[in-house]
């Protein structure tokens, strides 16, 4: 099966190349690299888990961040424009307080307000 960049419509980015190798590792098929433009320098891993569609990239080696991320989110949906859910992945710390007990192992999601990016 041929597919094109509207075929997907997830986005998985990994801050480590540790992280993008287990991805590698779920995706149920790997597909065929598809054209990108130049101003794009991301490297993608196109594939499905299940009947979804999903695009992964990681981060430059070395290189981590907000504004890493932003810039490697940027590139996917500017290239993959039917993008509708963008995920960043990836092992975590635990940071247990009083109010949240999140420990290293949990599934954290979060979502960002007017006051906070998301996780704190």
Same mark, same amino acid.
């Given at each position: 099966?041929?597919?094109?960049?509207?075929?997907?419509?997830?986005?998985? +980015?990994?801050?480590?190349?540790?992280?993008?190798?287990?991805?590698?590792? +779920?995706?149920?098929?790997?597909?065929?690299?598809?054209?990108?433009?130049?101003?794009?320098?991301?490297?993608? +891993?196109?594939?499905?888990?299940?009947?979804?569609?999903?695009?992964?990239?990681?981060?430059?080696?070395?290189?981590?961040?907000?504004?890493?991320?932003?810039?490697?989110?940027?590139?996917?949906?500017?290239?993959?424009?039917?993008?509708?859910?963008?995920?960043?992945?990836? +092992?975590?710390?635990?940071?247990?307080?009083?109010?949240?007990?999140?420990?290293?192992?949990?599934?954290?999601?979060?979502?960002?307000?007017?006051?906070?990016?998301?996780?704190?």
């Amino acid at each position: 099966m041929t597919f094109a960049h509207n075929d997907y419509m997830v986005a998985w +980015i990994c801050a480590l190349s540790l992280e993008l190798a287990a991805v590698k590792a +779920i995706l149920d098929e790997v597909h065929p690299p598809l054209s990108q433009p130049a101003s794009d320098h991301n490297v993608y +891993i196109l594939g499905r888990i299940s009947s979804h569609n999903v695009i992964v990239a990681c981060l430059p080696g070395g290189v981590y961040g907000t504004i890493s991320a932003t810039a490697v989110a940027s590139h996917m949906v500017s290239t993959f424009r039917n993008i509708r859910f963008g995920l960043m992945v990836g +092992i975590g710390g635990g940071v247990p307080s009083q109010s949240a007990d999140i420990r290293l192992g949990d599934v954290v999601v979060s979502m960002p307000t007017a006051t906070s990016g998301g996780i704190i």
